[in-house]
Structures are given as C-alpha cells and as structure tokens.
C-alpha cells in the first residue's frame, strides 16, 4: 500500500501516473486502455487528468476506457447513472472520442446481456487488455460489483448486489427501495488481468475493509483479497484508510 496524507496528493500522483502513461504510448502511435471506477473515491483524479487535459494540453485522443459496471436496469439519463457520472466527472471535458468510450449497458433486454457481457471481454482483449486499472472498494469488500461469492476467474456478468451495497447506495437512489437489485460488473478475473491495478480508498469508514484486504487471508468472502495474488497492484489510501494497517 501507498499511505497519502490527503486524498488530494493521491489522487494528483495517480492524475501524473496515467498522464505519462498516455503520453508514452502517444509518442509511440500507441494507445492506452484505461479501466475506469465510479463513486466517489476517483472523482479528484478525474478533476487532475481535466485539468491535465485544460492546462497542459493532455490529449486522450488515443485512449480507450471501459468502465467496470452499471446499474440494472437504468437509463443513462438517470442521476444514478455510471453513463451520466462519467460524462460528468471526466468525458465531458476531454477530448476522447466518444467511440472509444465503454460502459455496460444498463438498458439491454435482460436475454441480450450474456451476449453483450461476452462482447464487453472480447473488445477488452481486442484492445491488447487493459493498461491501468482504477478501484474503488465496497464496505462488503467488493471491487467493481464483484460482492462476496464472486470467483478469482468470474468474468463480465449481471449479478445481484447484496444488501449492504443496496443500503449503502440508497442515499443515491432516495431510498433502498428504488435501488436496482443488479448490476452488470467486470468479473474479478477481467480486473485481474489488467497489468496495472490502483485501488483507491479514502477515510476512516474504509479502514476496516482495506485492513481485511490487504491483511486478511485471500477468500471469496472478501473479493478485494483477490488482489494480493496481483503482481502489479498498489492500494493508495489516505492516513485514516491506513489506520487499522
Ligand atoms: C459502488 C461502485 C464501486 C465503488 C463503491 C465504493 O459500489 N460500484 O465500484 O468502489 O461504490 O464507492 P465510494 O468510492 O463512493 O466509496
């Protein structure tokens, strides 16, 4: 783990990471595949990179994202939607090609998603896999919306979220009644072939499950313990994430 004394000196040192990334494989004609993260955790690295974009001229013609989940079902409208977040927190200000933008369809007719699910892994290998990962966490230990009973190799599916998930969402939804009891999500297995992971979490709220993920033993309880078998992932946290490490 990486320990910050602010969630704003993380988030700029993660900002400059995928920054140079972008710019290395733009010098070389190459592309960079980003795997982006919702909720609050990545909302100030997604202010770094605009403000990379805005002072600095940082293009992101040549980058590739695919979110790791959505909502099922919901419009991309709706103001819980990961769409609608994306377009407001980054997509909106830069200058990526909205074609090479990816998000789990949270609209699909439920007997289209396991074809749409399998097209999802296969346009990620199209693209040579995903160069940087971005996390969040869950309070249930989740990545994505990988909950407890997900499997190392789970792929791109349509799961149902647990209830902690559901409470912890219903803020959001104005109520846990109004809160999907689904959601598409990136299998554990399609994070763990991403060759660079960066999980981010932030204050004492997450102490508890970043202490069982990073210290805990590796079990399907708790996905995030998946990522101890990454040779290539840093969780970055702030002090009080820390506090129980
Ligand atoms: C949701 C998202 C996760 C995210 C988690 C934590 O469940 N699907 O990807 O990591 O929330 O959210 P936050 O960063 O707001 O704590």
Redesign the pocket.
């Known amino acids: 783990a990486s320990i910050y004394e602010s969630s704003e000196k993380a988030s700029r040192y993660l900002a400059n990471e995928i920054a140079k990334l972008i710019k290395e494989n733009s010098d070389l004609g190459k592309h960079t595949v980003l795997g982006l993260?919702?909720?609050?955790?990545?909302?100030k690295v997604y202010e770094y990179l605009v403000a990379l974009h805005k002072d600095e001229g940082l293009s992101f013609k040549n980058v590739i994202t695919f979110n790791?989940?959505e909502y099922y079902p919901i419009h991309p409208e709706s103001l819980q939607s990961?769409v609608r977040f994306m377009n407001e927190h980054l997509f909106d200000h830069i200058d990526i090609d909205r074609k090479n933008i990816h998000i789990p369809d949270g609209t699909l007719p439920i007997d289209q998603i396991k074809q749409a699910c399998e097209a999802y892994e296969n346009l990620i290998q199209h693209y040579g896999g995903i160069d940087i990962q971005i996390?969040?966490?869950?309070?249930t230990g989740?990545?994505?919306?990988n909950e407890p009973g997900s499997s190392i190799s789970s792929k791109t599916r349509l799961i149902r979220?647990d209830k902690v998930?559901r409470l912890?969402?219903a803020s959001d939804f104005f109520g846990e009644e109004n809160v999907p009891a689904r959601?598409i999500?990136m299998g554990v297995g399609t994070i763990m072939a991403a060759k660079k992971i960066f999980l981010?979490?932030?204050?004492e709220?997450?102490a508890n499950i970043i202490n069982q993920s990073i210290e805990g033993e590796i079990t399907d309880f708790i996905p995030a313990t998946f990522l101890q078998k990454h040779n290539n992932c840093t969780f970055i946290i702030d002090e009080a994430a820390a506090s129980e490490l």
């Open positions: 993260a919702t909720g609050s955790s990545p909302t790791l989940d990961y996390l969040g966490i869950g309070r989740h990545v994505g919306f979220l998930t912890d969402a959601a999500t981010l979490a932030w204050g709220g997450k």
